[in-house]
């Protein structure tokens, strides 16, 4: 495919237009290339009308005002916590603080002969051994 536009004719002097060149896509600015070397000026130029750059885009497009009517008429407002009609928090399969220290103690758990180890040395502070009295009451 050629890049030249064949149908443009620009007359002679200082008013001049390069008619060999690609017609720019509407809206793109092309960018110059600082201390280009021999021919990479060229090349760059042209490399940016062949491919158009991304258009930006309004990220507040998408966000829906509070006064805007609902997308989800059948599902009650109260849908995702634990009140009122509708599934709880379970719907949203986040794990709640209780879940989470479960799951940490049953790790720490298999740790525990060497905590209770370091809670009975006697170089052990008091802050060590209240911490891990705190663990075993919690492991129970």
Same mark, same amino acid.
Do not use: C, W
């Given at each position: %495919? @050629?890049?030249?536009?064949?149908?443009? &004719?620009?007359?002679?002097?200082?008013?001049?237009?390069?008619?060999?060149?690609?017609?720019?896509? /509407?809206?793109? &600015?092309?960018?110059?290339?600082?201390?280009?070397?021999?021919?990479? +000026?060229?090349?760059? +130029?042209?490399?940016? /009308?062949?491919?158009?750059?991304?258009?930006?885009?309004?990220?507040?497009? @998408? !966000? !829906?005002?509070? @006064? /805007?009517?609902?997308?989800?008429?059948?599902?009650? #407002? $109260?849908?995702?916590?634990?009140?009122?009609?509708?599934?709880?928090?379970?719907? =949203?399969?986040?794990?709640? *603080? #209780?879940?989470? *220290? =479960?799951?940490?103690? @049953? #790790?720490?758990?298999?740790? %525990?002969?060497?905590?209770? $180890?370091?809670?009975?040395?006697?170089?052990?502070?008091?802050?060590?051994?209240?911490?891990?009295?705190?663990?075993?009451?919690?492991?129970?």
């Amino acid at each position: %495919m @050629s890049m030249i536009n064949p149908g443009a &004719v620009s007359g002679p002097g200082r008013g001049a237009k390069r008619s060999d060149l690609p017609p720019k896509p /509407a809206g793109q &600015v092309a960018r110059k290339m600082p201390n280009a070397a021999y021919g990479e +000026q060229q090349q760059f +130029q042209a490399e940016q /009308a062949g491919a158009p750059m991304a258009k930006a885009s309004n990220p507040m497009a @998408s !966000i !829906i005002p509070l @006064s /805007a009517p609902t997308n989800r008429p059948s599902e009650p #407002v $109260t849908a995702g916590i634990d009140a009122g009609p509708g599934p709880g928090r379970e719907m =949203l399969g986040l794990k709640t *603080q #209780v879940d989470t *220290q =479960l799951q940490d103690l @049953s #790790v720490l758990a298999k740790y %525990m002969p060497m905590f209770e $180890t370091f809670a009975d040395s006697p170089e052990s502070s008091g802050t060590t051994k209240a911490f891990i009295k705190y663990l075993r009451s919690q492991a129970e």
